[in-house]
């Protein structure tokens, strides 16, 4: 193991490994923008409805397909109906069309997960619809939906990887560059799990604290029923 | 005065009768407490007057005003709009069996939010009126804590500030003691009695006959979904004329 050379060759991957953070950020903001618009629209249509339909096809394609057809699909799609992006946006668009298919899931399960008392509650004082959702059920889900939101961006940090194939030059492309020109296989491997490993807890650890600090409102998840279960 | 008038009210839940053919009035500052053993509709008949569930048939007035609907000038039932129900909602006050405060908020600000988000007062006034209230049920010193924190007494107290909060001219109390011990279930009805004594219109659902017989001015004795005897609590308890409802009250006294 040549450890210099590991040394040497880590200046040249914080580029690339800026590429892969950002593209997996934007990605999944995006993603939960739309997947929460999204997901509110499937919580609010009803069963058979053509909405849910759509939303459901679209949910089928983008878990029954690798992402690897998706990211060539947007690759070769997007120049056909005019779009002639940069290959960063083309990552974009593709990981977020990818992330957007789970976070309707995520978005729909943690909203069904609250407590249908928190909706009649709500009603009983007058409030519509629309404003409990609002007000009441959307900060009550954002919680809900921290945990699997990490397992969902630490998905996207290494589905980005897969962007080296439209040659995005992003950390595992810069990798492949490297060993292609060094043949230091174990170094730049080795080099580049650490690095994706790093870049994942680091980020783990900051959604951890925003889910115990920031929305620190139901350390005993009043509504779930567990405080019934601790005081009587 | 006439409140509320109940009018031939029925509820189904498939084939099944949950109601049938209900009639009720219920005048202002009268306190009515409906028993009955469970299964009897009297949280369905609670749960339709303010809307929860709607009913297949039958009329809720209230104060000049039908709830869920209105007849328009040919006479026909128009069925109110979401936003025209959630209006008139906020004239009947609900408590709930399992408290439902809004988890994600402090105490104060699960008394606030119905004046703040609904009735758009302004945030101080909101929570000026919210410590007011919270005063009221003795939970003051509880403000900024979150629900979790506290007992079920408490948050059941809670729930009747935020209730209150609205202005309602109705007050449904939908077993409102049912998860609570002895203890906890005797705060929570020292601060109902307290409501009752300034005059505030109520309907309460409860097992407690001593509680019902001590703050109720009316009893409503409810049976497979049916109405089967409205007395005065005095009547009721040393007379009662129905054979059912000598029955049940043979079990709790």
Same mark, same amino acid.
Request: proline letters at 4%.
């Given at each position: 193991?040549?450890?210099?050379?590991?040394?040497?060759?880590?200046?040249?991957?914080?580029?690339?490994?800026?590429?892969?953070?950002?593209?997996?950020?934007?990605?999944?903001?995006?993603?939960?923008?739309?997947?929460?618009?999204?997901?509110?629209?499937?919580?609010?249509?009803?069963?058979?409805?053509?909405?849910?339909?759509?939303?459901?096809?679209?949910?089928?394609?983008?878990?029954?397909?690798?992402?690897?057809?998706?990211?060539?699909?947007?690759?070769?799609? $997007?120049?056909?109906?005019?779009?002639?992006?940069?290959?960063?946006?083309?990552?974009?668009?593709?990981?977020?069309?990818?992330?957007?298919?789970?976070?309707?899931?995520?978005?729909?399960?943690?909203?069904?997960?609250?407590?249908?008392?928190?909706?009649?509650?709500?009603?009983?004082?007058?409030?519509?619809?629309?404003?409990?959702?609002?007000?009441?059920?959307?900060?009550?889900?954002?919680?809900?939906?921290?945990?699997?939101?990490?397992?969902? $961006?630490?998905?996207?940090?290494?589905?980005?990887?897969?962007?080296?194939?439209?040659?995005?030059?992003?950390?595992?492309?810069?990798?492949?560059?490297?060993?292609?020109?060094?043949?230091?296989?174990?170094?730049?491997?080795?080099?580049?799990?650490?690095?994706?490993?790093?870049?994942?807890?680091?980020?783990?650890?900051?959604?951890?604290?925003?889910?115990?600090?920031?929305?620190?409102?139901?350390?005993?998840?009043?509504?779930?029923?567990?405080?019934?279960?601790?005081?009587? | 005065?006439?409140?509320?008038?109940?009018?031939?009210?029925?509820?189904?839940?498939?084939?099944?009768?949950?109601?049938?053919?209900?009639?009720?009035?219920?005048?202002?500052?009268?306190?009515?407490?409906?028993?009955?053993?469970?299964?009897?509709?009297?949280?369905?008949?609670?749960?339709?007057?303010?809307?929860?569930?709607?009913?297949?048939?039958?009329?809720?007035?209230?104060?000049?005003?039908?709830?869920?609907?209105?007849?328009?000038?040919?006479?026909?039932?128009?069925?109110?709009?979401?936003?025209?129900?959630?209006?008139?909602?906020?004239?009947?006050?609900?408590?709930?069996?399992?408290?439902?405060?809004?988890?994600?908020?402090?105490?104060?600000?699960?008394?606030?939010?119905?004046?703040?988000?609904?009735?758009?007062?302004?945030?101080?006034?909101?929570?000026?009126?919210?410590?007011?209230?919270?005063?009221?049920?003795?939970?003051?010193?509880?403000?900024?804590?979150?629900?979790?924190?506290?007992?079920?007494?408490?948050?059941?107290?809670?729930?009747?500030?935020?209730?209150?909060?609205?202005?309602?001219?109705?007050?449904?109390?939908?077993?409102?003691?049912?998860?609570?011990?002895?203890?906890?279930?005797?705060?929570?009805?020292?601060?109902?009695?307290?409501?009752?004594?300034?005059?505030?219109?109520?309907?309460?659902?409860?097992?407690?006959?001593?509680?019902?017989?001590?703050?109720?001015?009316?009893?409503?004795?409810?049976?497979?979904?049916?109405?089967?005897?409205?007395?005065?609590?005095?009547?009721?308890?040393?007379?009662?004329?129905?054979?059912?409802?000598?029955?049940?009250?043979?079990?709790?006294?």
């Amino acid at each position: 193991m040549d450890i210099e050379f590991i040394v040497d060759i880590l200046p040249r991957l914080l580029n690339p490994l800026k590429v892969t953070l950002l593209v997996s950020i934007i990605s999944l903001t995006l993603g939960t923008l739309l997947g929460v618009s999204l997901g509110m629209i499937w919580v609010a249509s009803t069963p058979r409805s053509f909405q849910r339909l759509l939303l459901n096809s679209y949910v089928w394609f983008v878990r029954g397909t690798p992402i690897i057809i998706q990211i060539y699909i947007a690759f070769f799609l $997007l120049p056909k109906v005019g779009l002639n992006l940069d290959v960063f946006w083309v990552g974009v668009v593709a990981l977020t069309f990818n992330s957007v298919g789970y976070q309707i899931e995520i978005v729909r399960a943690a909203i069904e997960s609250i407590n249908q008392g928190q909706w009649e509650a709500a009603g009983s004082i007058g409030m519509t619809q629309r404003m409990t959702f609002f007000w009441i059920i959307l900060p009550q889900s954002a919680r809900r939906m921290i945990p699997p939101l990490t397992n969902e $961006l630490s998905n996207l940090i290494k589905a980005s990887s897969v962007l080296s194939v439209i040659s995005l030059f992003e950390l595992t492309k810069a990798g492949d560059a490297i060993i292609a020109s060094s043949f230091k296989f174990a170094e730049v491997l080795l080099l580049l799990s650490v690095l994706y490993f790093s870049l994942i807890q680091a980020l783990s650890a900051a959604t951890k604290y925003l889910e115990t600090e920031v929305f620190n409102f139901d350390k005993a998840d009043f509504e779930s029923g567990k405080t019934f279960g601790q005081i009587y | 005065m006439l409140l509320l008038s109940v009018q031939n009210l029925c509820k189904y839940y498939g084939s099944t009768p949950a109601l049938v053919n209900i009639n009720l009035d219920v005048h202002m500052g009268e306190h009515v407490v409906l028993i009955g053993s469970s299964g009897s509709g009297k949280s369905t008949l609670l749960r339709c007057i303010n809307y929860l569930e709607e009913p297949d048939d039958g009329r809720i007035w209230l104060d000049g005003q039908y709830i869920g609907g209105h007849i328009d000038q040919a006479n026909q039932w128009v069925k109110d709009q979401p936003s025209e129900l959630a209006h008139k909602r906020r004239d009947i006050g609900m408590v709930f069996q399992g408290f439902h405060l809004f988890a994600h908020l402090k105490i104060i600000d699960n008394v606030a939010i119905g004046p703040r988000r609904v009735l758009k007062k302004s945030k101080a006034t909101s929570r000026e009126l919210a410590r007011y209230l919270l005063d009221k049920v003795h939970l003051g010193k509880h403000a900024d804590k979150y629900p979790w924190q506290l007992s079920g007494g408490e948050q059941q107290r809670v729930a009747i500030a935020r209730a209150l909060a609205m202005n309602p001219k109705l007050m449904l109390f939908d077993e409102p003691t049912s998860a609570l011990d002895p203890r906890l279930t005797h705060e929570v009805f020292q601060v109902v009695q307290e409501l009752a004594n300034e005059g505030i219109t109520m309907m309460i659902v409860t097992h407690e006959i001593k509680f019902a017989q001590k703050i109720a001015d009316t009893i409503v004795f409810m049976e497979k979904g049916e109405i089967v005897e409205v007395e005065t609590v005095q009547k009721i308890f040393s007379d009662p004329q129905d054979e059912r409802t000598q029955k049940f009250l043979s079990y709790v006294l």
